[in-house]
């Protein structure tokens, strides 16, 4: 693409360039070695009131990847991690990077069946998962080709006295660990200590190697893995440290909050390596929905920098308790995974001085592809502007054609951030990646000056808090409830998390009952899945074909 296509050029902040060197580093293990040696003695995470450095980091995880490899994994392997933000889950990362393996990113939320999709398509032959949720493992392990399993518990690695307490407090006191019967597992402080009696060798990837599956639906459908490569995520964050070292120094002693979970691709990409690759100590935060938590790491810590969803970004905003803070630190806040509201960044700008701003990406795209410039440029109700070496086109797929800025289309994104394509389905990938670009499903539109906007979608895909919610998904498991006859699925607005799940149904049995329905989908989906409203019906709108049309739901 030539200068003269790309008119976004004119609002990078000074010194930002239009390409960096996305190959700097042939792999990411590459790219978070050389971090963790130039930045050997600073902090690298901070977890509930304990510190690692990036030399802690180094050696645990080194130990960590050696008892995978002694475990008999192979490069090439696939590794399950499921838990909350723990110190325990970058050194599972970084071990799983250095011993050759490929992370399976997991949401400790999911339900049984959720599980067994997963690990299955993937063919994850190991596991590290928080006690808490081993005993929806211990149900369909058997199903898997799972062989290791390790599990920790929140307190492990939080030193003898408080980790006692902390555990005993989440076992016996809010009784969070059901029991659970795991014969062959070990623990995580047993994996760090025999790691260390032996020896990790030394595993040289390829720019183009798997090392991340991240699970999603695409723009519709089932569970896909979303197959990233070295390449994608060296190139993400390098595309990241150009832009945000405009604002941040590298090596600096603030601190980046990270209440988002590192196993969702937002945090993961933007927190555990792109802040982590400038030397940035990241906060983890196990449980967000607890703000009082947020509220301490804000007086316990120098914050710089925090990601969030307008979600979270509202409730700080109507907590007493955060409003009272001081933010003369704060200079980076970056919302995504879902719309920052406008009166949202306004109250947030007034209140911290800091300017809320959106960015955009998928899965599929590692996942940053767009960021709102982080001075007096930003334009808030847009997703800025193409970071660099990335090309963004609005296209219009009836004429085949680019867009013009008054026209709506398809949102395509070109960039070495693209993802190799979904595992094991060739069919799946074509269809979403189409002579290098990536077909977003999201309709946009692009103003003359650059900036772009999403207006709808192309599919029915539900924005529940960040969290992508597929219809059909939803729909089949209610479907086999034996008094439903039809049922649709569709988002509504929600002030609390963007959109919910609201439930059409045809019943087949007229003692159906909302508080029914909505338990059984209790027994098969995520929370944020389940149906927060139902409305029954006689019929559903149809097309010609029988299809049920969705849009005319959504617009009733």
């Not at 580093?25 to 050997?40: G, S, V």
């Not at 696939?78 to 990362?93: D, E, G, H, T």
């Not at 999201?442 to 924005?463: A, P, Q, T, Y």
């Amino acid at each position: 693409m030539n200068t003269d296509q790309r008119p976004w050029l004119a609002h990078y902040p000074a010194g930002i360039p239009a390409n960096v060197d996305v190959e700097a580093f042939p792999t990411l293990k590459d790219m978070l070695e050389a971090t963790m040696k130039k930045f050997a003695k600073k902090p690298a995470y901070s977890c509930m009131g304990k510190d690692i450095s990036f030399r802690e980091l180094d050696e645990m995880s080194t130990a960590f990847g050696a008892y995978l490899h002694y475990r008999g994994l192979q490069p090439g392997d696939k590794v399950a991690v499921m838990m909350p933000n723990l110190l325990q889950y970058p050194i599972a990362f970084h071990g799983i990077l250095k011993a050759g393996l490929v992370l399976v990113n997991t949401n400790p939320l999911y339900t049984p069946p959720e599980m067994k999709h997963q690990f299955r398509d993937s063919g994850a032959k190991a596991i590290v998962i928080a006690e808490n949720f081993a005993a929806n493992l211990q149900q369909i392990i058997k199903e898997t080709d799972i062989t290791t399993v390790i599990t920790t518990s929140i307190g492990e690695l939080l030193g003898w006295m408080k980790g006692g307490l902390t555990n005993f407090v989440v076992r016996n006191v809010k009784k969070m660990v059901p029991a659970y019967d795991l014969p062959e597992a070990v623990t995580f402080q047993t994996a760090l200590d025999e790691g260390k009696k032996h020896r990790l060798p030394t595993f040289t990837g390829q720019p183009d190697d798997t090392i991340a599956l991240q699970y999603t639906g695409g723009t519709t459908g089932v569970s896909k893995g979303a197959m990233l490569t070295n390449r994608n995520l060296v190139a993400n964050a390098q595309q990241m440290y150009a832009w945000i070292t405009f604002l941040l120094e590298e090596g600096t002693d603030g601190r980046m909050l990270c209440p988002l979970p590192l196993y969702h691709i937002f945090a993961f990409t933007v927190n555990a390596v792109a802040a982590f690759n400038i030397g940035m100590c990241n906060v983890l935060i196990t449980n967000p929905r607890d703000r009082s938590t947020l509220v301490k790491a804000f007086k316990d810590h120098k914050i710089e920098a925090m990601t969030g969803v307008n979600t979270l970004f509202n409730a700080l905003l109507n907590d007493p308790d955060f409003n009272k803070l001081d933010f003369r630190h704060l200079k980076l806040t970056g919302g995504g995974g879902m719309a920052v509201q406008r009166v949202v960044a306004e109250r947030w700008h007034k209140l911290t001085g800091c300017r809320l701003t959106e960015g955009y990406g998928l899965t599929e795209s590692s996942p940053v592809a767009t960021m709102n410039p982080f001075n007096e440029n930003v334009r808030i109700g847009t997703i800025g502007v193409p970071i660099p070496n990335t090309a963004v086109r609005i296209w219009n797929e009836d004429e085949q054609r680019v867009a013009t800025t008054e026209e709506r289309g398809e949102i395509q994104i070109k960039g070495p951030q693209v993802m190799k394509g979904y595992l094991n389905r060739p069919e799946d990938t074509a269809k979403v990646i189409k002579e290098g670009w990536l077909c977003t499903g999201d309709i946009g539109m692009m103003s003359e000056d650059g900036f772009f906007r999403i207006v709808d979608r192309k599919k029915d895909m539900i924005l529940v808090s960040g969290f992508n919610v597929y219809p059909n998904e939803v729909e089949d498991v209610i479907a086999a409830h034996p008094k439903v006859l039809e049922c649709a699925a569709v988002g509504i607005p929600s002030e609390k998390s963007g959109e919910v799940v609201k439930l059409f149904v045809v019943k087949k049995d007229d003692s159906l009952t909302e508080n029914e329905l909505i338990a059984y989908a209790r027994e098969s989906l995520t929370g944020y899945k389940i149906p927060k409203e139902v409305e029954f019906r006689t019929d559903l709108p149809k097309s010609n074909v029988g299809k049920i049309l969705r849009r005319e739901l959504r617009e009733a």
